[in-house]
């Protein structure tokens, strides 16, 4: 049985750094593994998206201060958030595509709108910016 489990949100200052985790169990990530986010009254969106060839995809305002990651020997996801600003606030959320189908997604219109491709989700971590 596939869980992932998220770490690593808190409550921060405009400007300063998160590092998120999602541990995963019960099997490896495969295909694609991505970080979403939902802020409150908006839908849920892609942040980032990594591949089992570790190439990387950024949703395109966000390029430049997201940076995902996965530690295969840990089977662990990471997304590594700098220069927090109020508006990054909202549920972070890993999920894993196991079938191809989010990757694919991905590749063909970027990672902001694939939500539905992906099969298996965390419970989230929260980040909230403010001063």
């Known amino acids: 049985q596939v869980q992932l489990v998220e770490t690593g949100g808190g409550s921060v200052e405009p400007g300063g750094s998160l590092t998120l985790s999602c541990k995963r169990s019960?099997?490896?990530?495969?295909?694609?593994a991505g970080w979403f986010r939902q802020a409150t009254g908006k839908e849920r969106e892609g942040v980032a998206a990594i591949d089992s060839d570790g190439k990387t995809y950024y949703a395109d305002s966000l390029q430049g201060r997201f940076t995902i990651s996965l530690d295969n020997a840990a089977n662990t996801l990471y997304l590594q958030i700098t220069n927090l600003k109020p508006e990054d606030t909202a549920m972070y959320y890993c999920a894993a595509d196991d079938t191809g189908l989010g990757l694919a997604a991905v590749r063909a219109g970027g990672v902001r709108s694939t939500v539905q491709k992906f099969g298996y989700w965390g419970q989230g971590t929260q980040v909230t910016v403010s001063s």
């Open positions: 019960g099997s490896a990530f495969s295909w694609c």
